[in-house]
C-alpha cells in the first residue's frame, strides 16, 4: 500500500507541474479517466464552483439520502 501511495503522489505531482504549463487555461478530465488524488477536482471534473453547486442543489433534490455517492462525485465532499 506504501507503494501505492507513493505512485499515486508522483503523479499527483507531476499534473500539477502540467498545469502550471498551461497558463491558466481551463481543460477537463473525464471522471472515469482522472487522478482520483486531483486536488482540483470539482474544477476538473465539473468546470466551476458554480456549476458544482448547481448540480450538487439538483443532486440534493434527486438523491435525498445520498444513495449515489463516490469519491471526486458530485455530493462527495458533503
Known sequence: METQNMIAADITS????????SNDALFGSYLNEADPNEPNWKQRFFDSQAMYDRLNSIKQVADPQSLFICKNCVGSDA
Not at 507531476?14 to 504549463?21: A, E, F, H, N, T
Open 14 to 21: 507531476r499534473l500539477q507541474i502540467l498545469d502550471s504549463l
